[in-house]
T-cell receptor, first 115, second 115 residues
Framework: EPEVTQTPSHQVTQMGQEVILRCVPI?????FYWYRQILGQKVEFLVSFYNNEISEKSEIFDDQFSVERPDGSNFTLKIRSTKLEDSAMYFC?????????????FGSGTQLSVL | AQTVTQSQPEMSVQEAETVTLSCTYDTSESNYYLFWYKQPPSRQMILVIRQEAYKQQNATENRFSVNFQKAAKSFSLKISDSQLGDTAMYFC????????????WGLGTSLAVNP
């Protein structure tokens, strides 16, 4: 089965530093998502992306966050100035069409630790 | 706002036995989708089963089946003939129908299958 690939698997950074989390969605997929999972808390939606623009974003996705699809294959999440509370597992997901019934494929996640 | 509640933080079952994980949700919509995702120690999110709210028939996927009670807003997962590989976190999730809709997640149930 095709896979969504995320790198790195673990990222440690100092508070206030910028981080970029990278994702390679499945090649023929058109809809991309970022979710995060703080330890012990619910998985939370961050942002959805289609046709090179944000489709929807949550209240968590403030000006410190941005997403980009720079080269047609990678899909990145940037956090400009990390805070302690950004420590979480970040999941990238993709699907071929936007239809909710279409299967959503998740990557293995990037564990971000902000010190 | 839509919410998903999983009231069992942890459960355990003996290998080859049957276990049922509970999920309730709240929405005023009449049509939507419900999902169960599995997250093994590898942390990858894997779709187990999905149910369309307008379908009365309960979804089944091999050893996995759901009991969907729309009036009660209940969506439980039954795992038959439990296997050691079923040990994982199980998340219940909700999504509206339509294009490019986000998933709303429960807190998860940690299932341990004991030999």
């Amino acid at each position: 089965e095709p896979e969504v690939t995320q790198t790195p698997s673990h990222q440690v950074t100092q508070m206030g530093q910028e981080v970029i989390l990278r994702c390679v969605p499945i090649s023929n997929h058109l809809y991309f998502y970022w979710y995060r999972q703080i330890l012990g808390q619910k998985v939370e939606f961050l942002v959805s992306f289609y046709n090179n623009e944000i489709s929807e974003k949550s209240e968590i996705f403030d000006d410190q966050f941005s997403v980009e699809r720079p080269d047609g294959s990678n899909f990145t999440l940037k956090i400009r100035s990390t805070k302690l509370e950004d420590s979480a597992m970040y999941f990238c997901a993709s699907r071929k069409t936007g239809t909710t019934n279409e299967k959503l494929f998740f990557g293995s996640g990037t564990q971000l630790s902000v010190l | 706002a839509q919410t998903v509640t999983q009231s069992q933080p942890e459960m355990s079952v003996q290998e080859a036995e049957t276990v049922t994980l509970s999920c309730t949700y709240d929405t005023s919509e009449s049509n939507y989708y419900l999902f169960w995702y599995k997250q093994p120690p590898s942390r990858q999110m894997i779709l187990v089963i999905r149910q369309e709210a307008y379908k009365q028939q309960n979804a089944t996927e091999n050893r996995f089946s759901v009991n969907f009670q729309k009036a009660a807003k209940s969506f439980s997962l039954k795992i038959s003939d439990s296997q050691l590989g079923d040990t994982a976190m199980y998340f219940c999730a909700f999504s509206f129908t339509g294009n490019n809709r986000k998933l709303i997640w429960g807190l998860g149930t940690s299932l341990a299958v004991n030999p």
